[in-house]
């Protein structure tokens, strides 16, 4: 089943799926919250300290923003492996390894070297700006808050974050920007750009996967602890209405005969939760597997649990082949070497959740 998030999610007929009116005003809003924060934090020359890991990236590259950026490129290429190796990033040359407290206190992170095809580096002078260098594949927050991941928050207990990271991306963007700064007689501080734009930048995708954790709680009864900041500048709580929507959506569709991609497009979100799920940019090897599957496998859980006897029996081809794919990842790894660092509970949890998947 991991297969299934693996690669660019296929085009289904959205035919007979069900829409959510309501939900409509949900994403509208918080489109609109979330471009207020970029805004805010753009014009607010927000940093991070000399010690945060991209920043820390982007010194080492110390490129010049003024070179022709086909040069400039080839630069930041010759030099990108080597440095993701130095830097503990998962590529698919280098295993990688786990960071502590990257993104949010408690936090335990782990990021995964991209090259993104379907952008055209040397044309997006223009388009920079939108491009999510680093994105959020998995974590297990319900909080829709959208707080800065600046390490100011504290999490409750010791969380695991999967990203996906564009090296290359976040080194163009950084020339722009950097750019653009020193033009208005601003400073082009790489730790200036993490904390005031690609930190930011990051909102969606963490938002994206809040949304769908905390419809798997809905789904699953599971109690939804309150949380709430206060930003410096007003943003609306709509965690009412989402979960309104939620229940109502997760009594209609549980236990159904409904094929997987139709379960995942008919939960409202932000995007196509088959689009959010997907991970079609880095190629399944041996140094990039312990991340997939730690990233996947308690969706995979949680979504059998939705799908209940009847979806099952209609998503057969996709359930028969977990067995064999968990007996092939507990052989190939080893989980008490690859998740050294991670957490007790999030080692604990992965392990349980494939012994009960075999």
């Known amino acids: 089943m991991l297969n299934f998030f693996l690669g660019k999610p296929e ?191 990051m909102l969606p995708s963490i938002f994206n996967i809040a949304l769908f954790n905390r419809f798997i709680s809905i789904a699953s009864k599971v109690d939804i602890p309150t949380y709430r900041i206060e930003h410096k500048i007003p943003i609306l709580d709509l965690h009412k209405t989402v979960d309104k929507v939620y229940s109502k959506v997760s009594k209609e569709i549980s236990n159904t005969s409904i094929t997987l991609p139709m379960l995942l497009e008919t939960i409202p979100s932000m995007r196509s939760n088959l689009e959010v799920l997907s991970i079609d940019k880095v190629f399944y090897n041996s140094n990039t597997e312990w991340v997939l599957w730690t990233a996947r496998v308690k969706y995979i859980k949680d979504i059998i649990v939705i799908l209940g006897t009847k979806g099952k029996a209609r998503n057969t081809d996709i359930i028969n082949a977990i067995p064999n794919d968990i007996k092939l990842f507990i052989r190939d790894v080893d989980i008490s070497d690859i998740l050294y660092g991670i957490t007790l509970y999030d080692t604990l949890n992965l392990i349980s959740n494939l012994e009960e998947m075999k």
């Open 11 to 201: 085009q289904y007929n959205n035919t007979g799926i069900k829409k959510y009116s309501e939900f409509d005003m949900v994403v509208s809003q918080y489109e609109l919250e979330i471009k207020k924060l970029r805004n805010y934090y753009k014009t607010s020359s927000k940093f991070v300290y000399n010690k945060h890991l991209i920043a820390r990236y982007i010194s080492n590259l110390d490129m010049d923003i003024h070179l022709d950026i086909i040069d400039y490129v080839k630069v930041v290429h010759s030099n990108a492996e080597y440095l993701a190796k130095q830097f503990h990033i998962t590529s698919d040359y280098s295993r990688g390894r786990v960071h502590a407290n990257l993104f949010y206190k408690n936090s335990v992170d782990i990021l995964l070297s991209i090259s993104n095809n379907d952008i055209n580096i040397f044309d997006i002078e223009e388009s920079w700006y939108d491009i999510e260098a680093i994105k959020c594949i998995y974590h297990n927050d319900t909080d829709l808050d959208l707080q800065l991941p600046d390490g100011s928050k504290e999490l409750a207990y010791e969380q695991l974050y999967v990203f996906e990271i564009d090296l290359t991306i976040i080194m163009v963007q950084y020339k722009y920007w950097a750019l653009q700064r020193l033009n208005s007689g601003m400073s082009s501080n790489p730790n200036v750009f993490v904390g005031s734009f690609l930190l930011p930048s």
